[in-house]
């Protein structure tokens, strides 16, 4: 059964940092790029970051470019994500998913449950 299970969420003050984690279960990660999205209250879903099977392969939206970092481990299933400078417009639940296909696919096909950042203003 495939699984993302999301953690590391927590409250941060402005500037802080937190380190997302992403396990993955029931499926080959090494085959599947994996993204990160955000969902803040009131607002759409966005695109985070995404690393695609090569690590050379990532995407960072505009708004975290230079502040967030991406990476994988296959070997432990995980993909991680480093959010530096946390700013309180990050403040959001954070989700991973899925895909096999490159970041710019359209539908991710599995989603984790979701992890809460807070980032008070």
């Known amino acids: 059964q495939v699984q993302l299970v999301e953690s590391g969420g927590d409250l941060v003050q402005p500037g802080g940092s937190l380190r997302l984690s992403c396990k993955t279960f029931g499926f080959t990660m090494d085959y599947y790029t994996i993204g990160w999205f955000r969902q803040a209250p009131g607002k759409e879903r966005e695109g985070v970051s995404c690393?695609?099977?090569?690590?050379?392969?990532?995407y960072y939206a505009a708004s975290v470019k230079g502040r967030f970092t991406i990476t994988r481990d296959n070997a432990k299933h995980t993909v991680y994500l480093q959010m530096n400078a946390l700013k309180p417009e990050d403040a959001a639940v954070y989700y991973c998913?899925?895909?096999?296909?490159?970041?710019?696919?359209?539908?991710?096909?599995?989603w984790g449950q979701g992890t809460q950042v807070t980032v008070p203003s």
């Open positions: 998913a899925t895909v096999f296909g490159p970041c710019t696919s359209p539908g991710y096909d599995y």
């Open positions: 690393i695609a099977t090569s690590e050379d392969s990532t």
